[in-house]
Nanobody, 125 residues
Framework: QVQLVESGGGLVQAGGSLRLSCAAS????????MGWFRQAPGMEREFVST????????GYADSVKGRFIISRDNAKNTVYLQMNSLEPEDTAAYYC??????????????????WGQGTQVTVSS
């Protein structure tokens, strides 16, 4: 089993920054990819960003491209999401997830096998 624990959420003013972390533990951790998703009240969970564990290749939703940066530290089994120029529309619960088995549809939540409990990000205007 793999356990994912997010941290780093909080309340920030518009234009501010936050860095989310997601630490993985459990059996030998070697996912194909890690992803960040978010879910606002009454909305579906939406893709934010993904990173391929081995190569570091990344992908972003159009809504966050140029503002958010995903990275990983393989030695620490940790993935990060640096969020800059935050907007009120970024307010949501943010979840990290691990995709460990094919098929790999990295922008789809259904592709991911393990999920963290989520961390709340609130951006005030």
């Amino acid at each position: 089993q793999v356990q994912l624990v997010e941290s780093g959420g909080g309340l920030v003013q518009a234009g501010g920054s936050l860095r989310l972390s997601c630490a993985a533990s459990g059996r030998t951790f070697s996912p194909y990819a890690m992803g960040w998703f978010r879910q606002a009240p009454g909305m579906e969970r939406e893709f934010v960003s993904t990173i391929i564990w081995s190569s570091g290749s990344t992908g972003y939703a159009d809504s966050v491209k140029g503002r958010f940066i995903i990275s990983r530290d393989n030695a620490k089994n940790t993935v990060y999401l640096q969020m800059n120029s935050l907007e009120p529309e970024d307010t949501a619960a943010y979840y990290c997830a691990a995709d460990t088995s094919p098929p790999y549809a990295l922008r789809s939540a259904r592709s991911y096998d393990y999920w963290g409990q989520g961390t709340q990000v609130t951006v005030s205007s």
